[in-house]
């Protein structure tokens, strides 16, 4: 499982490893995927509205 976070086009945010659960279906492991995703993704928008940056376009999750 794996994800990238990208800010005006550069990577600032990434991550690739083993997935820690078994998944019965393809499609519950890019849930699993995506739910640590969004969560990484929450967390860098916190942190760039404490930095003061105001991001106009919405995050978007490409399963």
């Known amino acids: 499982m794996g994800y990238i976070f990208t800010l005006f086009n550069c990577p600032i945010s990434w991550s690739s490893k083993k ?3 078994v998944a019965l ?3 519950e492991a890019e849930y699993i995927s995506a739910c640590n995703a ?3 993704g929450i967390w860098l ?3 760039l509205q404490e ?11 490409m399963v």
Not at 51 to 61: A, C, P, R, S, W
């Open 51 to 61: 930095m003061k940056i105001d991001i106009e376009q919405e995050v978007e999750l």
């Open 38 to 40: 969004a969560c990484q």
């Open 19 to 21: 997935q820690s659960v």
């Open 25 to 27: 279906s393809t499609c």
């Open 45 to 47: 928008l916190a942190l």
